[in-house]
């Protein structure tokens, strides 16, 4: 799950082929409801990914993290991968594409609770604590 202060989807252009439906609305989970686990693997199985809204997280927390993922996923590739590879946590990428969209995935695994944080989580924070 991504979880972002300004919502960038919404100013995303369609494709020339695409027109915009009901089904291409990106879906938004509202966490307070009772039925919101019913709706996110709804959104899973129909769009793939969602927005929460009401999760409890404060937003100065959120553009924080989101200063830090940019400036961690600016670093030259051979500083990000001083963080990996996932094994389940850390660095990782690899080409997509052969199905459906070509590109270049990246993804930085990392543990959110503190009492799970794994030997490996704490060892990849030290690598790149450069950023």
Known sequence: ???????????????????????????????????????????????????????????ELISRLEEETAKFFSLPLSEKEKAGPAKPFGYGNRRIGPNGDVGWLEYLLLQAHPQFISQFSLHVSKKTSSF
Do not use: Y
């Open 1 to 59: 799950m991504v979880v972002l202060s300004n919502p960038v989807l919404d100013h995303l252009p369609l494709t020339k082929n695409q027109k915009p439906t009901n089904s291409m609305s990106l879906p938004i989970i509202d966490l307070s409801m009772s039925d919101s686990n019913t709706m996110i693997l709804k959104a899973c199985e129909e769009f793939g990914f969602f927005r929460a809204i009401n999760h409890g997280i404060p937003k």
